[in-house]
Each structure stands twice: as C-alpha cells, then as structure tokens.
C-alpha cells in the first residue's frame, strides 16, 4: 500500500502514450488527449473515486471523430490534491476551467460520469464552458436520499478530518474480493484489468482521502436551483441496473429541466461506459450528428 508514482504505477495505465502532465490552477493533472487537435473537442470528466482509465474503453474510439481531453480529477489518480478547500463543486469546476484555459481547448461536446456531470453542469452554469450538448452518464445530480442525507456529508468530514481513515480504507481495499464486491455493488461487470486498476486506485490513501474530501464538500443544492438555467442539451444516459444511482434520479432531473432528454440502458450497472464503450461511444455520436444536421 502506497501512494501512486507515474513511474511506477502509472507504467501500465491504459493509454499511457497519450498522458501529459500539466500545472494549471497552481497544481499538476494528469491528462490523456487523443485524436486530432483540428477536431471538434470532446471533454470526458470521470466521478468520484475512479480516474481517466475510466474512459480506456470509450476515448479511443471517439477520438477518431474527435479531440478527446480527459483529465485525472483534482486529488485522483495521477492529479496533485489543490490546497485549501477546493475539493467540492464549484472549487473542481474552477480548477477544470483553469485547466482548458492553459490547455486552450473549447469543448463542443462533454461527457460526465456520475459526479463529473454534476461538474460539468457547474461549468456550463458559470460560462466557463460552452458546449452543444452535456452527455450525464448516471449523473448524480441529487443528494443521497432516505436518513441518511442529513448525516453523510458531516460523517465524511468526520473521516475526512481523521488522518488514519484513508490508510485503513486504502489497506482494506487490497484485501482479496474487495474490489470485485465494491464494483459489483454498482450493478455492473467489467473486465479483469479494469478490476485490477480500481484496484491500484483504491489502495492509495491520497486517492482515498480525495474521494473522501470530495464526498464531504458535496452540496448540489445550488446546483439544482440553477439547472433549469442549463444551456446545452442534457442527455440523461440512465442505466437500468444501476445500483448507485437509479434511473428515477434522471426522471427527477428532467422535472427540473423539462428540455432534457432520457435515454435508457438495459442491463447494464453504474459503470456502463465501461461495459459497454461501443454502445456508449454511439449513442453519443448520434445525437451530434443530429445536432449538426439541424445546424
């Protein structure tokens, strides 16, 4: 159990020729770009807890319709942790935003998964990104539901703020069948090296502890007032079998921006862009086509 080093862990990340590292917002990211730069750019913002290997699947094979950028979240996988408390929503939209500035992309198209459509929905929000259309992959746009709402963030910050909680997390995740249980919570099922580099991700305590902090700053109260305010189309891409976050937290997001569209995915879990990146990569190149026609 150790924290993660490029050189070391990072020597079989997926991709591992298209990763960059650059300073931006006053700390260092781990980015993977593909594609052609002359291409429209597409911005891929993985969730909480996972990295952009989370993308090994879909990025390659959008990115020969486009530019693809998909960094490592602030304090995940390969990024530096920012100092202060930057770790909550508007703090990582402001760094993304910090982050396509020195890179001098404008993405067209976004996709987010889980909490990175939450993200995404922040920056289209404050202006700093602009694009046609925001792709939610089982965002989680609503605060966790039942009793246990109006504890979990204060219990985060509680294990937040113990410094033996990360260490302790990251030991237990390399316990055998640790992973495969915390993945098949999710409702999905995804291949052995996926498997493997959750996890590598899960054993590092500043991973953890970024997971963990990002959990304990989490409000999406703002974000929902705002959201009906939302300029790019929102495709709702909703996962039958997600255990995380069901297809209902999408019915109640289009409540709220009624211009939203649903598409629903038989079978698959919370990770379905890793299940099924095929599938995934076509849904999203046909609502651009159909963008585009239109225009």
Avoid at 61 to 78: E, N, Q, W
Avoid at 161 to 174: E, I, K, R, T, Y
Avoid at 226 to 255: F, H, T
Avoid at 263 to 277: F, Y
Wanted: glycine share 8%.
């Amino acid at each position: 159990m150790s924290d993660l080093v490029w050189s070391r862990d990072g020597l079989d990340w997926p991709h591992r020729e298209a990763s960059r590292f650059i300073e931006a917002g006053g700390f260092r990211w781990h980015v993977q770009r593909m594609g052609s730069p002359a291409a429209p750019a597409i911005l891929l913002i993985h969730g909480t807890g996972a990295a952009s290997h989370s993308w090994r699947g879909l990025a390659p094979l959008l990115s020969r319709h486009y530019h693809v950028v998909a960094p490592d979240l602030p304090g995940h996988g390969f990024t530096q942790t920012p100092r202060g408390h930057r770790m909550s929503l508007p703090g990582m939209a402001s760094d993304l935003a910090a982050l396509l500035r020195v890179l001098q992309v404008a993405p067209q198209l976004v996709v987010g998964h889980s909490a990175g459509a939450a993200i995404l929905a922040r920056m289209c929000l404050d202006g700093s990104i602009d694009p046609k259309i925001l792709f939610s992959l089982n965002g989680a746009f609503l605060p966790y539901g039942g009793p246990a709402a109006s504890f979990f963030s204060p219990l985060a910050k509680m294990l937040v703020m113990n410094p033996f909680v990360p260490s302790l997390f990251a030991w237990q995740a390399g316990h055998r069948g640790a992973v495969e249980r915390l993945i098949g919570n999710t409702g999905s099922t995804i291949d052995p090296a996926g498997i493997k580099l959750y996890g590598k991700l899960v054993s590092s305590p500043n991973h953890v502890a970024a997971a963990l902090r990002m959990m304990a700053n989490w409000d999406l109260e703002p974000l929902l007032k705002a959201l009906p305010n939302l300029k790019p189309l929102l495709v709702l891409v909703a996962a039958e079998g997600d255990r995380a976050i069901p297809p209902s937290v999408a019915v109640k997001v289009r409540e709220i921006l009624p211009k939203a569209v649903i598409e629903r995915i038989p079978a698959l879990g919370h990770l379905a862009h890793e299940e099924r990146p095929a599938l995934i990569a076509a849904l999203i190149e046909r609502y651009a086509e159909k963008l585009e026609n239109i225009e």
